[in-house]
């Protein structure tokens, strides 16, 4: 795709011009002019397949591409590194992302999630709008420090740290949109994110510190860090438990309160699917509270789920380093080249999904649809696929059904703008702007 016409969709509208390419090149390999950097572009599942599962040897995530420069810079060498380091750090935290031991956590989030939604009666009650980002936010962390940092975090902390993380993925934007800017150079962003990273390692250092003069035998993140040992027998050094904490409060946040916060708009402009959601939740749930038993049984809020994370992945671009020459759906893959992948562009290209693929439909994650029209398994994947699938993918299941599942078992909703916010450039999708309601215990009218 030549630079006139890639170079100016991409500075309009970065996200819809990956699709917009990915649809003009029917799934094919497409190397985008983009000046300077000259990205090929993979949306195929076979290609997707191929890069990040089959032959991730030769695809690596390459700390020379944007994203993983500035991820880096935040969460240092662990389980978002490579190599060894990688491999030690995933061994240490995967046990605790277990389905097993989540499931056995579903009633404590539960009841965390539960205490996090009362502090919303005072505004339903007096029908003040909220900030669903905020509020999300503050849910969010109320069950993953219970249930990950053993309330060794208090949830104030927490909010600051998602504030400070805000800050950094939106402070990265200028360097994705000019990938090929060393960090010598400084750019517009430089000085908030350093400034959020410091603010994180401010609130998390000491408490890391304490863990260590007293760790205890339980379960949670900082008490497996300070048990861990290295493959010599060693103790982690203090560098290698902060990168893999900094990580782990990542991943056991952003995914969720990022994700959820599209699902208010776009019921707002789904009647007949928050209808079928509400109808649901009622019958299975009823005045809640929601408890573990209830999961299994919300088989339609999985599936608008799926669907939300289909059009709105929290992790919209994939970068890769080719550290090897290779050949990709029959284009040549020169050695350092850079590949994009996007769960964003795949997830909704009409050569993989039909020509309704921008339509929010749940009906496509109905139990046997996918084998029913030959869906290829990896047009969806906004958890990655490979050795590098996101560790907090099944605690993102359980957590957002019980968020959902207990707010709409209580309260009915209105949205400010009911229009779905155009996406803002980042390390992560974010709405392009606040996402404001009102709230309403069920039974009553919402003001509007």
């Not at 969010?140 to 927490?158: E, G, K, T, Y």
């Not at 998602?162 to 430089?190: C, H, K, N, S, Y």
């Not at 339980?218 to 982690?236: E, F, M, Q």
């Amino acid at each position: 795709m030549p630079v006139w016409k890639a170079l100016p969709r991409a500075i309009r509208d970065a996200h819809q011009a990956l699709v917009d390419a990915g649809n003009w090149s029917g799934g094919d390999v497409v190397r985008l002019g983009l000046g300077v950097s000259r990205p090929y572009l993979v949306t195929h599942p076979d290609h997707v397949q191929q890069v990040l599962q089959e032959r991730a040897a030769i695809y690596p995530r390459g700390d020379d591409t944007a994203l993983w420069r500035s991820v880096r810079k935040l969460v240092g060498d662990g389980i978002l590194a490579e190599g060894e380091t990688w491999a030690a750090s995933r061994k240490t935290l995967a046990p605790m992302f277990r389905p097993t031991r989540i499931a056995a956590l579903v009633d404590t989030m539960a009841a965390a999630i539960a205490e996090a939604v009362d502090h919303l009666d005072e505004a339903a009650a007096t029908g003040t709008p909220i900030d669903v980002g905020t509020e999300l936010s503050r849910i969010v962390c109320s069950a993953a420090m219970r249930v990950f940092l053993a309330d060794r975090v208090s949830v104030n902390d927490a909010l600051r740290i998602m504030a400070a993380q805000e800050t950094i993925v939106t402070a990265m934007a200028p360097r994705l949109l000019a990938p090929f800017m060393p960090w010598w150079v400084p750019m517009p962003g430089d000085r908030r994110f350093h400034a959020a990273v410091q603010t994180i390692d401010d609130i998390l250092l000491p408490v890391l510190r304490e863990s260590l003069r007293h760790p205890g035998d339980g379960d949670d993140v900082l008490s497996t860090l300070a048990r861990a040992r290295t493959p010599d027998a060693r103790a982690l050094s203090e560098k290698q438990m902060r990168d893999d904490l900094v990580s782990m409060v990542a991943v056991t946040t952003e995914t969720s309160y990022v994700a959820l916060t599209w699902l208010w708009p776009v019921l707002a402009n789904n009647p007949a699917v928050a209808k079928q959601l509400y109808e649901e939740i009622e019958q299975v749930v009823g005045t809640g509270p929601v408890r573990a038993e209830h999961l299994p049984q919300l088989t339609y809020t999985t599936m608008v789920l799926e669907e939300l994370l289909r059009l709105f992945p929290s992790g919209w671009i994939v970068p890769r380093r080719a550290a090897a020459a290779d050949v990709l759906g029959g284009v040549r893959i020169d050695k350092g080249s850079t590949i994009i992948l996007s769960p964003y562009a795949t997830q909704r290209m009409a050569a993989f999904w039909g020509p309704t693929a921008d339509v929010f439909d749940p009906e496509r994650f109905a139990p046997g649809r996918a084998a029913a029209e030959g869906r290829h398994r990896y047009a969806h994947y906004p958890f990655g696929i490979g050795m590098h699938r996101c560790l907090g993918e099944h605690l993102f299941n359980l957590e957002a059904l019980l968020i959902v599942a207990t707010l709409l078992s209580r309260f009915r909703f209105a949205m400010a703008d009911p229009s779905i916010p155009p996406t803002r450039v980042a390390a992560s999708l974010r709405p392009g702007r606040r996402v404001e309601m009102t709230l309403a215990p069920v039974g009553r009218p919402v003001a509007l």
